[in-house]
Nanobody, 125 residues
Framework: QVQVAESGGGLVQPGDSLTLSCTLS????????VGWFRQAAGMDREFLAA???????FFADSAKGRFTISRNSADNTLILRLTSADVQDTGVYYC???????????????????WGRGTQVTVSS
């Protein structure tokens, strides 16, 4: 069974960059549908970015331009990089698989999928 674990969160200042990692076990990241989501306090979990199993990338409109996503096969990790962090980026960042996406946009992890425990990111001066 696939398991995912997030790492790399912490406190960053506005304008800084941040890199988060999602390590997969039980399946190769290179052919996995896996994505990043974020949940701010009191809000629903929202989709940010994902790779499909075939290597196609998907981004939420709100994530385009400041978030990039990549895969590291050597470490079997999914990388999320945020540039120009803003206080509104504060939240718990989760990795989920499988992440199902449609061409029209919108990605989700089905009830049968798996989530990591999340990593807290706080953007504050």
């Amino acid at each position: 069974q696939v398991q995912v674990a997030e790492s790399g969160g912490g406190l960053v200042q506005p304008g800084d960059s941040l890199t988060l990692s999602c390590t997969l076990s039980g399946r190769d990241v290179s052919d996995s549908a896996v994505g990043w989501f974020r949940q701010a306090a009191g809000m629903d979990r929202e989709f940010l970015a994902a790779f499909s199993g075939s290597g196609q990338t998907f981004f939420a409109d709100s994530a385009k331009g400041r978030f990039t996503i990549s895969r590291n096969s050597a470490d079997n990790t999914l990388i999320l990089r945020l540039t120009s962090a803003d206080v509104q980026d504060t939240g718990v960042y989760y990795c989920g698989s499988p992440t199902k996406c449609s061409i029209r946009g919108g990605c989700y992890v089905p009830a049968s999928g798996v989530w990591g425990r999340g990593t807290q990111v706080t953007v504050s001066s």
